[in-house]
C-alpha cells in the first residue's frame, strides 16, 4: 500500500488514532484507507474547519453514485470510531448517528450443482471465455480449483504468495485473513499435480515474495474488479445467469466447498460434533455460527440426508435463516 501524506486539519489527529489502532494489533488496512480518504476529503472541501463537526461529518455519510449499502456503512463506521477518539481526547466532535448507516444488502447463498461445476470448468479449461490477459488461460483453471477445492475467500487467494504454497508436503498457508486467522490449507493429490505444472509455466524466473497468481506480472495481485469482470463472461459463456433472488458469485464456490464437505460427512456417518470443529478451522471461522450456516443450508437443499443426523444430536440446524456472508 502506497504511504498517503496526511494533509488536512485533523492530520495529527488522524495519524495518533492510526497509531493507536496499529500498537493494539489491528491490521486497520481498508478502514486506514478510508480515513485517508477522509482527510483528503476535508482537505478538499473543509480547509477553513478545524473542529470535525455536523456538516463535515453528515457530508461525508451521504451515498455516492452507485455505492453499495456496504461501502457506505464502511465509511460512516470508521469516521464515528473517529469522533468517538476526538471526545475521549475532550475535543469537539460529531458522531453521526446510527440511522445514517444503511443496513447491508443480504445476500442468500449460491450453491453450484455439480452439472454448473462441469459446464463453469469446460469454459475456463479450454478457454471459452474472452479475457484481455493471455495468461488467464493458465491462471483462472488452477484460481478457480483453489476457490472450489480449497474453500478459500477471494482475498486469501489473490493475496498467496510463492513462498505461501509448499507443494512439496500440500500445503497453503493463510496469513492475516478475516478475523487475523492464519491457518494450514491442504491441498488434493490432484490438485498439487496441477499447481506443479501452473508453478513451472508461470514462476521460472519469480522471487519467494512474489504472488502466486497473477496476470499483468508476478510482483502484482490480481485486481478483484478484474477477476469478477472475467467471471461474468465465464458464467455467461456456461449460461449460467442469476435467477430473481440470487445472482451467483465467487465467493459462492467457498460456499459449495463448505456444504460438500458436510454432505460428505453425513453420507460417511462422521460425527459432527467432531467434524465441525475441524470445518470451521479449516474454513477460517471465528465463531461456530459461522460455519453452522452451512449445516442450514445443506438441511435446506437434502433434508433426507440430515434426518439421521438430527435423530442422533437432535435439532441441531439454527434458526439463523438463509442472508449469511461471510466474506
Given at each position: 500500500m502506497k504511504n498517503y501524506i496526511l494533509k488536512s486539519n485533523f492530520k495529527d489527529d488522524i495519524q495518533n488514532f492510526l497509531n493507536l489502532k496499529h500498537s493494539t494489533g489491528y491490521k486497520y488496512t481498508t478502514s486506514q484507507i478510508l480515513i485517508e480518504q477522509f482527510d483528503n476529503f476535508c482537505y478538499s472541501k473543509y480547509q477553513d474547519k478545524e473542529i470535525l463537526n455536523e456538516e463535515i461529518a453528515l457530508d461525508w455519510a451521504k451515498p455516492r453514485q452507485n455505492e453499495s449499502a456496504s461501502s457506505i456503512q464502511n465509511?460512516?463506521?470508521?469516521?464515528?470510531?473517529?469522533?468517538?477518539?476526538?471526545?475521549?481526547?475532550?475535543?469537539?466532535?460529531?458522531?453521526?448517528?446510527?440511522?445514517?448507516?444503511?443496513?447491508?444488502?443480504?445476500?442468500?447463498?449460491?450453491?453450484y450443482s455439480n452439472n454448473e461445476l462441469e459446464k463453469i470448468f469446460d469454459v475456463i479449461d479450454n478457454k471459452k471465455f474472452k479475457c484481455t490477459y493471455k495468461n488467464s488461460y493458465i491462471v483462472f483453471p488452477i484460481l478457480f480449483r483453489v476457490f472450489y477445492g480449497c474453500g478459500l475467500r477471494i482475498s486469501e487467494a489473490l493475496n498467496l504468495k510463492l513462498k505461501d504454497v509448499d507443494l512439496e508436503n500440500g500445503i497453503i498457508s493463510?496469513?492475516?485473513?478475516?478475523?487475523?486467522?492464519?491457518?494450514?490449507?491442504?491441498?488434493s493429490e490432484k490438485?498439487?499435480?496441477?499447481?506443479?505444472?501452473?508453478?513451472?509455466?508461470?514462476?521460472?524466473?519469480?522471487?519467494h515474495t512474489d504472488y502466486f497468481f497473477y496476470l499483468k506480472n508476478s510482483k502484482t495481485p490480481i485486481i478483484k474488479s478484474t477477476l469478477r469482470f472475467s467471471f461474468t463472461r465465464i458464467m455467461k459463456f456456461a449460461c449460467i445467469e442469476k435467477n430473481k433472488t440470487i445472482n451467483p458469485r465467487i465467493h459462492d464456490f467457498r460456499h459449495t466447498f463448505a456444504v460438500n464437505c458436510l454432505k460428505k460427512f453425513i453420507k460417511e456417518n462422521k460425527d459432527l460434533t467432531v467434524y465441525l470443529p475441524i470445518l470451521k478451522t479449516y474454513m477460517g471461522?471465528?465463531?461456530?455460527?459461522?460455519?453452522?450456516?452451512?449445516?442450514?443450508?445443506?438441511?435446506?437443499?437434502?433434508?433426507?440426508?440430515?434426518?439421521?443426523?438430527?435423530?442422533?444430536?437432535?435439532?441441531?440446524i439454527p434458526e439463523i435463516g438463509g442472508d449469511f456472508d461471510e466474506k
Open positions: 465509511r460512516i463506521v470508521v469516521i464515528r470510531e473517529f469522533a468517538k477518539y476526538l471526545i475521549s481526547l475532550n475535543k469537539t466532535a460529531f458522531i453521526i448517528p446510527t440511522t445514517y448507516i444503511p443496513k447491508k444488502n443480504k445476500y442468500k447463498s449460491y450453491i493463510v496469513y492475516e485473513s478475516k478475523n487475523d486467522n492464519d491457518r494450514l490449507v491442504p491441498i490438485l498439487k499435480t496441477l499447481m506443479l505444472e501452473y508453478t513451472r509455466k508461470m514462476h521460472k524466473d519469480s522471487d471461522h471465528s465463531k461456530f455460527i459461522s460455519t453452522e450456516y452451512y449445516l442450514k443450508l445443506t438441511n435446506d437443499m437434502y433434508p433426507d440426508i440430515l434426518d439421521k443426523f438430527n435423530s442422533y444430536i437432535g435439532n441441531a
